[in-house]
């Protein structure tokens, strides 16, 4: 006998059709049957010790395998301490869904305990809000899904009623029709092609929504063909191979990075914004170019409404149909005969050195040095985070994910165990700052009861090191920024993982390929001067 379906299966198995693997979240008694329905629909569920953790290790699977990532949370606590993973999932354009327990429309009128408009919290911080439907769980299920999933990419909440996750449910395979990539035409597309062919000093601009096109390959056809230098924000590293010969690095948060680029850009007689979003950018990129003085064309999956920056022509269309239409035809031509490219790429070269005795870049460089090329790794926020995104070299899209829309210290530990799960043959490092590592010490138990033994790097100087510098900058009172010494290698081994310190470069060597050969994850922590950034970013 076929056991009926449910609300909560009917949404399960349109997430399991949508690619969906792995869930994470922390249950309340409120979506035990969610979980069940997970479950049995394929979805393993996987506990971790904060939803806020849960939320960046389904990220991290998504920078995997492509599908959104799923976060479940019980009713009240549970939803709102999802709400930071969720804000920087909005922020940082990944599609996630956010299944919260509620309770149920009639029952909230006569109780409280635990209640709140759970969908009015999450609104200003997603794409859509739902509440399911019995009669229609498949209908919301199927927008959900394909509202994350379309450009730019986000999370969507579905809040779920007791009751209703248990009632039955039909499904009847709804599904709508992918909307078909078509390029741009006409007189803005005649003027770009006229501007392509016209320049001798082009630079190219990469952002986040290239990398969600999955338009590496279009993009280097495109600068190979035009021989147009380019750079991309620090989360689309990687989406043209870092060791391309036209590649200028990441860029977005270091002053020192932008002493080199900036002067390229007011030389350029033609930039390219390709897929970029600006979001990811410092204050010192508003307005980096003069559009009354530059040629610029723009190229994006969403309207300019942020005003971060202004462009001469402005297309809103995929990057892939639309960089063959304005190449067709075209020859290829000299660009930057001045030589300014090359200065500015050596001078990036220059401004972040792999040669000190010490210090957080000579902890990057050793890590870089003795860890595969194929390793993928996570970044925390804060100042390591700024050096390491120029200093680390990324030859595949997603090869260092990060919290770069908004910033959210705490999210390397769990995106490294999220990544290890997934993708279980690659080697996988995270980098945190000392204080951030202290945020989500906890999910080290996580790593080992998930199996899985990805490294974690801490910088360690017992100090907000990014705040610290800032303070200092602005000739204000030491406070609030340094801590107390802590033995991080000892939190490794208690939680049931390798713990070691390092303080050069060769204890740093040992740990790390150690650490490669183990079948537990290690913490590695690196110990380091106060005041090692200064200078550096």
């Not at 994470?24 to 329905?37: K, N, Q």
């Not at 892939?320 to 930057?336: F, H, I, N, V, Y």
Request: negative net charge; charged residues 20%.
């Amino acid at each position: 006998m076929t056991t009926p379906l449910r609300a909560a299966d009917v949404l399960a198995r349109r997430l399991y059709a949508a690619g969906c693997r792995h869930a994470f979240g922390m249950p309340g008694g409120e979506v035990l049957t969610l979980v069940d329905a997970l479950e049995k629909a394929g979805i393993r569920f996987h506990l971790a010790k904060h939803e806020n953790c849960a939320g960046f290790m389904g990220e991290a699977v998504h920078h995997a395998d492509g599908a959104p990532a799923i976060l479940v949370a019980t009713l009240g606590p549970g939803a709102l301490n999802g709400i930071n993973v969720v804000a920087n999932a909005h922020q940082d354009r990944v599609p996630m869904l956010v299944l919260a327990g509620c309770v149920d429309a009639a029952e909230e009128q006569t109780y409280t305990h635990q209640v709140l408009d759970q969908q009015s919290v999450y609104r200003p911080i997603t794409k859509a809000s739902f509440r399911l439907d019995a009669d229609a769980a498949e209908v919301i299920a199927d927008k959900a899904v394909a509202i994350a999933m379309e450009p730019r990419q986000g999370p969507v909440h579905i809040d779920v009623p007791i009751t209703v996750a248990d009632t039955p449910a039909t499904e009847r395979g709804i599904r709508r029709a992918p909307a078909a990539a078509t390029a741009a035409t006409g007189d803005a597309l005649a003027q770009a092609r006229s501007w392509l062919s016209e320049t001798t000093r082009p630079l190219a601009i990469i952002g986040l929504d290239a990398m969600q096109e999955n338009a590496g390959a279009a993009l280097q056809a495109f600068v190979e063909a035009h021989n147009i230098p380019f750079v991309t924000t620090y989360k689309a590293k990687g989406v043209i191979d870092e060791n391309h010969p036209l590649c200028l690095g990441g860029a977005g948060l270091s002053p020192l990075a932008d002493k080199h680029l900036m002067p390229l850009i007011e030389n350029a007689d033609l930039i390219l914004s390709l897929g970029y979003d600006p979001i990811e950018m410092r204050t010192g990129w508003r307005d980096a170019w003069d559009v009354n003085t530059t040629r610029v064309l723009e190229i994006g999956a969403e309207a300019n409404t942020h005003y971060m920056h202004q462009s001469g022509i402005s297309i809103i269309a995929p990057l892939q149909p639309t960089l063959s239409a304005l190449s067709e035809g075209q020859s290829r031509s000299d660009t930057w005969t001045d030589g300014a490219f090359q200065t500015a790429k050596q001078g990036l070269t220059d401004a972040f050195p792999t040669e000190d005795t010490w210090g957080p870049a000579a902890v990057i460089a050793e890590a870089r040095d003795v860890l595969p090329p194929n390793t993928l790794a996570s970044a925390d926020s804060g100042a390591h985070r700024i050096l390491l995104s120029q200093m680390w070299s990324c030859h595949e899209p997603r090869a260092l994910i990060q919290s770069s829309g908004l910033c959210t210290m705490g999210c390397a530990v769990p995106m490294a165990i999220g990544r290890k799960l997934a993708q279980p043959d690659r080697p996988v490092i995270s980098f945190s700052g000392d204080a951030g590592f202290l945020m989500v010490a906890g999910e080290l138990a996580s790593a080992v009861e998930f199996a899985v033994a990805p490294i974690f790097l801490v910088f360690v100087d017992a100090s907000l090191a990014l705040i610290e510098l800032k303070q200092r900058q602005r000739q204000l009172t030491n406070a609030g920024v340094d801590f107390a010494e802590h033995d991080f290698a000892a939190m490794g081994r208690a939680f049931g993982g390798n713990g070691f310190t390092a303080t050069n470069r060769a204890e740093l060597r040992a740990a790390l390929t150690e650490a490669q050969a183990s079948d537990k994850f290690s913490v590695i922590a690196a110990v380091i001067e106060r005041g090692g950034y200064d200078g550096r970013i």
